[in-house]
């Protein structure tokens, strides 16, 4: 893996810093996406090895393309950085929360990806990583496995919103060999929300598919959904 490089944005804390970690102990060079050049600094001291910090914020279009600027060739692109929101449903839940959380979630994606494509073409093994939530699966949101039906209603349908384009970005991709994917992370004990916070689940544990999908082989799959563990998730 040597002389890859990779961009996590969201990497300074939580899932995202543990992608970079994990990355990292690969042998890659990776950009640490941070919105705060302090904290993403202070990660990067942390993580060691071939860290760098970069100033990105991916609702800021200046810093977004300050940041792509500085990278020539990008060989994996993790989307990692997202908000949540409280535990509200769509009734109970204003729009300008509606708005604030798909500004990060969706089209935050959507401005970096963007951005570096250019870097991303010029790799021999380009990958892009969208890091959703099986929160945003419609196949279990109606089924057993989230019997609190309609909560975190913003959070979950960005996801869902995410989960489309990474399918979009897939197929549109294609021909330029660009693999993109999405990972669903789990639970994990992170200041995502009052759940995550509360949760036992390892983050080192949810980065780890993250990884898996940003270094897979060329005969990988394209425009799949898959868990922490490995396992497909329906869409």
């Given at each position: 893996m040597d002389n890859l490089i990779a961009l996590v944005t969201g990497a300074n804390k939580g899932i995202g810093k543990e992608i970079a970690r994990?990355?990292?102990?690969?042998g890659l060079t990776v950009y640490v996406g941070s919105r705060d050049a302090g904290r993403g600094q202070r990660a990067v001291d942390e993580?060691?090895?071939?860290?760098?910090?970069?100033?990105?914020?991916?609702?800021?279009?200046?810093?977004?393309?300050?940041?792509?600027?500085q990278i020539d060739i990008l060989d994996v692109l993790v989307n990692n950085a997202g908000i949540s929101g409280d535990a509200s449903t769509p009734d109970h839940e204003d729009v300008a929360t509606f708005r604030r959380i798909y500004e990060t979630n969706v089209f935050g994606v959507v401005a970096v990806t963007n951005a570096f494509l250019p870097a991303l073409r010029r790799s021999a093994h380009p990958r892009i990583v969208n890091v959703s939530s099986g929160t945003g699966s419609l196949t279990w949101a109606t089924g057993p496995q989230f019997p609190h039906r309609g909560s975190y209603a913003a959070y979950r349908s960005s996801k869902a919103a995410l989960n489309a384009l990474t399918v979009l970005y897939a197929h549109s991709l294609a021909d330029d060999k660009i693999k993109v994917n999405a990972h669903a992370p789990g639970l994990r004990r992170t200041d995502l929300n009052a759940g995550a916070a509360d949760s036992d689940g390892d983050p080192a544990e949810g980065a780890a598919g993250a990884v898996r999908l940003a270094l897979l082989p060329d005969d990988g799959p394209s425009g799949e959904f898959f868990n922490w563990d490995g396992t497909q998730v329906p869409w």
């Open positions: 994990q990355l990292a102990a690969a993580i060691g090895a071939d860290t760098r910090p970069l100033v990105l914020d991916v609702t800021d279009e200046a810093t977004i393309n300050a940041a792509a600027r």
